[in-house]
């Protein structure tokens, strides 16, 4: 199966309150991650369904959304109907994973689970083709700048064997400290699309860095 490497560069620590222009600023990148926070689920608080809205009305870039909220069987789909391109919720956070994620489908969005550093993909692994992306957390959700905790690799591989065999069509996104530096080994653990909030809004020039993070990950990257 060909899979697409893909660059999602998030924009929680961009100017927040000039949100269109920073997406501007990334017009080359296959996604725009969007992180909802709650303070319940993670210490930190962001932005809610009003701003994505406002987002999804103003930019072509299409939207992934990384809800880090308790409740999401509840606030996911409304994030789905809005036109977001993929929904992705928490495992931890989930009452029903399957019905939420054939929710997501129904409306029409990719639906992507997400796990935390120390969440295993043991329970979830015969129901992979239920979703379209995992999401392998690679920092604890909540905050942007930490550094890339190489001890959830195994993960990243273990996801991507289990998906080669079963054939099925998922996507490995991973998140947190993901840079020119980390890119590499988590493309070679066999993840496939890289959110990069930091490394790519820190950049003089973020399209060249989501050029080079692509390049890198092109490189690294197997099956
Ligand atoms: C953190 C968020 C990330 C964050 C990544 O909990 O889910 O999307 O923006 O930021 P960096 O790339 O700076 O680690
Ligand atoms: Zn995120």
Redesign the pocket.
Known sequence: MDVPILISP?V??ADLADLTREIGRISSADYV?L?VMDNHF?PNMTFGLPVVERVLATTDVPADV?L?IDAPDTWAPAFAEAGAASVTFHAEAATAPVRLARELRAQGARAGLALRPATGIESYLDLLPEFDMVLV?T????????SFITGTLPKIRRTRDAITRSGADVWIQV?????RETIGAAAEAGANIF?????VYSAEDPVEEIAALREAATAAFRP
């Open positions: 998030s929680l620590n991650h992180d993670v990384h880090m957390m920092v604890e959700p909540g905050f942007g700048g930490q998140d947190g400290g993901v840079s959110v990069a909030g930091s490394a």
